[in-house]
């Protein structure tokens, strides 16, 4: 009974370190050190930093209202703009819009304002 416990036991270590070093060729393992803190902080940065890129801020935007125009001082002619749709069509549209770049607002054209 006794050298079957040494042999149950000396088979349980040897089937132990066969798996341990299929693991071990099957994976790579190794002991990391996380600073929470300063991962927490990193993140924040990134967050900020990813925010004030999508975020137009209003150091950067003019308010050109006034005369209506087609394009912004910025170079763009990209706008949001409020609209009203009826039957598949734009109805009505609000004059106030806002350049997508860099969020000055202007005066949105109308066909009465065409130079002729």
Same mark, same amino acid.
């Given at each position: 009974?006794?050298?079957?416990?040494?042999? *149950?036991?000396?088979?349980?270590?040897?089937?132990? =370190?066969?798996?341990?070093?299929?693991?071990?060729? &099957?994976? @790579? /393992?190794?002991?990391?050190?996380?600073?929470?803190?300063?991962?927490? *902080?990193?993140?924040?940065?990134?967050?900020?930093? =990813?925010?004030?890129?999508?975020?137009?801020?209003? &150091?950067? @935007? /003019?308010?050109?209202?006034?005369?209506?125009?087609?394009?912004?001082?910025?170079?763009?002619?990209?706008?949001?703009?409020? =609209?009203?749709?009826?039957?598949?069509?734009?109805?009505?549209?609000?004059?106030?819009?806002?350049?997508?770049?860099?969020?000055?607002?202007?005066?949105?054209?109308?066909?009465?304002?065409?130079? =002729?």
């Amino acid at each position: 009974m006794k050298l079957f416990k040494i042999l *149950a036991s000396l088979f349980t270590t040897y089937a132990g =370190v066969r798996f341990v070093q299929t693991i071990l060729n &099957k994976y @790579s /393992i190794g002991i990391y050190y996380v600073d929470k803190e300063e991962d927490k *902080a990193l993140n924040a940065e990134e967050a900020k930093r =990813v925010e004030e890129e999508n975020s137009v801020t209003p &150091k950067r @935007s /003019i308010d050109l209202r006034g005369t209506p125009t087609h394009q912004c001082v910025c170079g763009n002619e990209v706008w949001n703009l409020q =609209v009203v749709f009826d039957d598949y069509e734009i109805a009505t549209y609000y004059l106030d819009m806002e350049c997508v770049q860099c969020g000055s607002v202007a005066t949105a054209p109308t066909p009465v304002d065409r130079e =002729v």
